[in-house]
C-alpha cells in the first residue's frame, strides 16, 4: 500500500528554527509536495521537490531524498502566523497526490 | 488570474437527506477537478477526480457521486446523508496535461449530518 508518515503535531518558540520530517513509501514517484493548512481554510501551496537536495523560499526551506523516502520542511524564524497544519503529498507513478495527515505545528511566544 | 469558487461555505443536514456541493474554476479551460474530504484532525481523502466533461474516477465507494456537467463545474452530491459524511468538503483544480500536479483548493465546504 501506498503510506505518508508525518509527526502528529510539534511545539515550536517564536523566533525559533522548526524541521517537519515526512518519510513516504508510494508506487512511483514523480514529485514532494508540501502545502500549509491554517485551521477552517484551505490548504495553500509551499513547495515542490522532485529532484534530491534542498530548495529554499525565504523562510521555509525543503529538502528531498529519494533513494531514502524522506522529506523535511525547514521553517526559520518562527512567527505566531506559521501556526498552522504542514501537510505532505507525494506525486505517484499515475500522477495522483498521496497526502499526508499533516503535522499542526503549535508556535508559543 | 485564476480562481475557484466553492458553495456554501457551511452546512449543516439532517441524516438521511440530499446534499449538492458545488464549485466552479474561472480563469482557465480544461482543469482536472477533484472532491476531497478532511476528517477533523485528519489528511485530505480524494474522493472524486475529472480529466474532462463527463469523466469522472471514483476513489473510494461510498453513497456520494460527482458530475461535472460543464469544463469548469464540479458538483458533489448525495441522495441520503450519513452521519460519516461530516468533514470538510474542498474542490481543487490543477492544470491538465503537465506533470507538475500542483492543485489549487476553493475555501471549502464545512458540513456537519446531524
Known amino acids: 500500500g501506498q503510506n505518508i508518515d508525518q509527526p502528529t503535531e510539534m511545539t515550536a518558540t517564536e523566533g525559533a528554527i522548526v524541521q517537519i520530517n515526512c518519510t513516504y513509501q508510494?508506487?512511483?514517484?514523480?514529485?514532494l509536495f508540501w502545502y500549509q493548512q491554517h485551521a477552517g481554510e484551505a490548504p495553500t501551496f509551499l513547495s515542490y521537490?522532485?529532484l534530491d537536495g534542498l530548495e529554499e523560499k525565504g523562510r521555509f526551506s525543503s529538502f528531498l531524498s529519494r533513494s531514502k523516502g524522506y522529506s523535511y520542511l525547514l521553517l526559520k524564524e518562527l512567527q505566531m502566523k506559521d501556526s498552522a497544519s504542514y501537510l505532505c503529498?507525494?506525486?505517484?507513478?499515475?500522477?495522483?497526490?498521496?497526502w499526508g495527515a499533516g503535522t499542526k505545528l503549535i508556535i508559543k511566544p | 488570474s485564476q480562481t475557484i469558487h466553492q458553495w456554501p461555505a457551511t452546512l449543516v443536514q439532517p441524516v438521511g437527506s440530499p446534499l449538492s456541493l458545488e464549485c466552479t474554476v474561472e480563469?482557465?479551460?480544461?482543469?482536472?477537478l477533484y472532491w476531497y474530504r478532511q476528517a477533523a484532525g485528519r489528511g485530505l481523502q480524494l474522493l472524486f477526480y475529472?480529466?474532462?466533461?463527463?469523466?469522472i474516477s471514483s476513489e473510494v465507494p461510498q453513497n456520494l457521486s460527482a458530475s461535472r456537467p460543464q469544463d469548469r463545474q464540479f458538483i458533489l452530491s448525495s441522495k441520503k446523508l450519513l452521519l460519516s459524511d461530516s468533514g470538510f468538503y474542498l474542490c481543487?483544480?490543477?492544470?491538465?496535461?503537465?506533470?507538475?500536479?500542483?492543485?489549487?483548493f476553493g475555501p471549502g465546504t464545512r458540513l456537519t449530518v446531524l
Open positions: 481543487a483544480w490543477s492544470v491538465t496535461g503537465v506533470e507538475y500536479n500542483e492543485q489549487f
Open positions: 475529472s480529466v474532462g466533461i463527463g469523466q
Open positions: 521537490n522532485v
Open positions: 503529498a507525494v506525486l505517484d507513478s499515475n500522477y495522483q497526490l498521496i
Open positions: 480563469g482557465t479551460s480544461n482543469p482536472n
Open positions: 508510494t508506487s512511483g514517484f514523480n514529485g
